[in-house]
T-cell receptor, first 113, second 114 residues
């Protein structure tokens, strides 16, 4: 069985500060991992994904995530937050052969001046 | 992102009504999905279609009836819904029904059942 845990349902950072959103997964086989972002009144947009190539994955809008097998983690980071980054972020895992994503409960990012 | 469109964007219906949600993808994909997004709960996969064939039904109540007439269109027919079915319903598509494929999401239909 696969599962995802996102620590912190709400994260608040100042504009220009480091963004760190945590994601831990549970899987008995090598996983595929995804980060999606959802802006208000919109669907989910892919930020980045890990598919067993490089462990440090760079995505859109300056975000990146590092796959750490020993820690079963795939945390999302951005060096400097912008007001436009305020949104909800979802981590997802897939370990099967079909495209059956299991999502975390999401982390709402607030960016303050 | 206009690759996946959903209509209507908002829907209010009574428990005895029948309505349908429509999803269309313009990406040339072969797999389509319905998800339910409720407050404070993870996204729940409802149905998966691959080349128009249903490959996943995640124990969804029969009051939700999907239809996939071709690889570009996906419908969700609703009847005798309950208030707890109020949620955001998201459609997604991917090139194939494979685990490493990226799913592209539509903007969703916000459903309120009275």
């Amino acid at each position: 069985a696969q599962s995802v845990t996102q620590l912190g349902s709400h994260v608040s950072v100042s504009e220009g500060a480091l963004v760190l959103l945590r994601c831990n997964y549970s899987s008995s086989v090598p996983p595929y991992l995804f980060w999606y972002v959802q802006y208000p009144n919109q669907g989910l947009q892919l930020l980045l994904k890990y598919t067993s190539a490089a462990t440090l994955v760079k995505g859109i809008n300056g975000f990146e995530a590092e796959f750490k097998k020993s820690e079963t983690s795939f945390h999302l980071t951005k060096p400097s937050a912008h007001m436009s980054d305020a949104a909800e972020y979802f981590c997802a895992v897939n370990t099967g052969t079909a495209s059956k994503l299991t999502f975390g409960t999401g982390t709402r990012l607030q960016v303050t001046l | 992102e206009t690759g996946v469109t959903q209509t209507p964007r908002h829907l209010v219906m009574g428990m005895t009504n029948k309505k349908s949600l429509k999803c269309e993808q313009h990406l040339g994909h072969n797999a389509m999905y319905w998800y339910k997004q409720s407050a404070k709960k993870p996204l729940e996969l409802m149905f998966v279609y691959n080349f128009k064939e249903q490959t996943e039904n995640n124990s969804v109540p029969s009051r939700f009836s999907p239809e996939c007439p071709n690889s570009s269109h996906l419908f969700l027919h609703l009847h005798t819904l309950q208030p707890e079915d109020s949620a955001l319903y998201l459609c997604a598509s991917s090139a194939r029904d494979r685990s490493q494929e990226t799913q592209y999401f539509g903007p969703g239909t916000r459903l309120l059942v009275l």
